[in-house]
């Protein structure tokens, strides 16, 4: 069952981006989907801080995310919410690269939702990182359940996250 839902969460993942345009009297609408976030975590010798294999690694510990003043810690994947916010560890297989990575996933952000928020995660070597949610959708006058502006984006140090998973080295801040 966990496969199952990993591949789910994996294919969630790869969907977050698209949209369906809609065409009402010449004017152009979407709907933004919901979006999430995937993180992998090594340490400065390049051991994955997620995997069950690697001695040293982060899976049992505390692993804490802070948004929008509620906090979040990592959860099984029994116990994925489908409509909340979700804290988890999971496989990633990018089909682009055929690598599969142990990635942090959180999500899912509604993408009908303003956002201009940090999100602290708190490590277990003590440390903090913030990256910064911003999303920004301009409703439809005429029809509210879509957009027709929207301007999504992640950033860390200020620099904008490009890909995702995003990785993230611990040891070298």
Known sequence: MNKNISLALILCAGLTAASCDIILDGDSYF??????????????????????????????????????????????????????????????????????????????FGGMTNYDDDIVFSWPDNTADTLHLYNKVTLSETQPSAATEAERYFSYKGEYIMTLPFALVKGNN
């Open 31 to 108: 709907v933004p989907q919901d979006f999430s976030m995937m993180i992998t975590l090594s340490d400065a010798d390049g051991g994955d801080l997620l995997s069950d294999s690697y001695e040293g690694n982060w899976r049992d510990t505390s692993i804490l995310c802070t948004f929008k003043g509620k906090e979040y810690e990592v959860k099984s994947l029994d116990d994925f919410n489908t409509a909340g916010l979700n804290l988890i560890i999971t496989s990633y297989y990018d089909q682009y690269t055929n690598i599969t990575s142990n990635v942090l996933y959180l999500g899912n």
